[in-house]
């Protein structure tokens, strides 16, 4: 019988280090795009595409990574999405900085940002399922579930890392396009540890990498069940998980939508220079990330409420924090905004994975996963655009129409949702 093997700290930590860096670079390209659009004078709608983009690739080729876990193997398709990491990393900051010396137009700034973003969306999807399905195959029970828990919080510390970092590296003659050249020196650096400090995997359990989510400001990323393959006929149109799938359809493009226009209302709203801009966008996205973290890992080990008031109250007070966001004049009310709204979505999201889990049966558990996924993923692709899209025919009309939407939705969760129990 083969026995167990555990995983050192330092190889740990070079698996923690795989989803931080890509999880902090692309948070921080996020804050840094709509400063260095408006000084390209590319329109704000293309600046969302552009993520729209890589979101779509991403939802489309994460899930055959996942699958090729085992045939490939996890290193190599580690290292295979960190080489996509550094590629796009450099890419993007190649363009972005001839773009901003003047040296090629905006036009085909945008058509070789949106090469370098498909770059990402392609390949840096390989490794966070290699990294879940390493972790899996080499611890089981409570200690695989919690390893896989604190690798997944990567995804949470990434969203604060990465716009608080990226003003630090604003340096001549690169200017906006230095974090990008920095998180891909970073990149490289955990590649190589990961080359020379972590062995070619032979598993020990067999498992599959279940598919991350789209790393964005307040993607907490996988939940930590493992994909073993074992999936049970769950269809999409099922009664006891069809609720919980438009709930957080709803709730998923809302947050999208927020993401995508936040940074352009720090810029407008609060009449900054470009470099000012940056600065305070990096702000208002750490206090929201901050907000996310605190309800996640602070207020729902310690309230102890059901999905279903995760999901009611998590609306309401998002709905809250939105509205607040979008009628803030100061760079304090932004952001304190910004922040409860977080919050209500770091309450929202919790409440619909764990309320889409616990409506099915444990033989459905991996289905239900990828579903969850797949909502989480897909409101990624059409909703930014949305977002700037409204955002663009009056600057307070996405807050208002995401504001009004959670509303409805808080309240119809509150006085008439009634969640069914799995049969058997």
Known sequence: MTTMTNISKGRFGLLFSVMLVAAAGNTALQSLMPAIGRHLGIPDIWIAVAFS????IWVVTAPLWARRADRRGRRALMRLGLSGFIASMLVCG??????????????????????????????????????????????????????????????????????????????????????????????????AALLTGLPDDRPVYPARGSVADYPSQGAIGPDGAADTGDDAPLRWRDAR????LVIGTIGGHGHA????????????????????????????????????????????????????????????????????TGTATTLYGVTLGFAAASMGFGLFRPGFTSGASLAVRPAEQNVAA???????????????????????TW??????????????????????????????
Do not use: K
């Open 53 to 56: 983009l890589s979101a779509i």
């Open 94 to 191: 190649t363009v972005l900085a001839a773009g901003l010396i003047g040296r090629i137009g905006p036009t085909t700034v945008f058509v070789i940002f949106l090469f370098g973003r498909a770059i990402y969306g392609a390949f840096g999807s390989a490794a966070p399922p290699a990294v879940q399905a390493y972790i899996a195959a080499r611890s089981a029970g409570e200690q695989r579930t919690r390893n896989l828990a604190a690798i997944a919080s990567s995804f949470g510390l990434g969203t604060i890392i990465g716009p608080a970092l990226a003003p630090l590296f604003l340096f001549p003659p690169l200017g906006l396009a230095g974090p990008l050249f920095v998180f891909a020196l970073l990149g490289a650096l955990v590649l």
């Open 241 to 244: 998980i069809a609720p919980w």
């Open 257 to 324: 939508a927020l993401l995508g226009v936040i940074g352009f209302l720090v810029i407008d709203r609060l009449q900054l220079t470009i470099d000012e801009a940056q600065h305070a966008i990096a702000i208002v996205l750490m206090g929201g990330a901050t907000a996310t973290l605190l309800a996640q890992w602070g207020l729902i080990p310690r309230l102890r409420l059901s999905p279903r008031q995760l999901v009611s109250s998590g609306a309401l007070v998002a709905a809250g924090g939105v509205l607040a």
């Open 370 to 392: 990828g579903m969850v996924t797949s909502v989480n993923g897909i409101a990624y692709i059409a909703a930014p655009a949305a977002g700037v899209a409204l955002y663009g």
């Open 395 to 424: 600057l307070p009309l996405p807050f208002l129409t995401i504001g009004a939407v959670m509303l409805c939705l808080g309240f119809w969760l509150f006085f008439a949702f009634s969640p069914s129990a799995p049969e058997g």
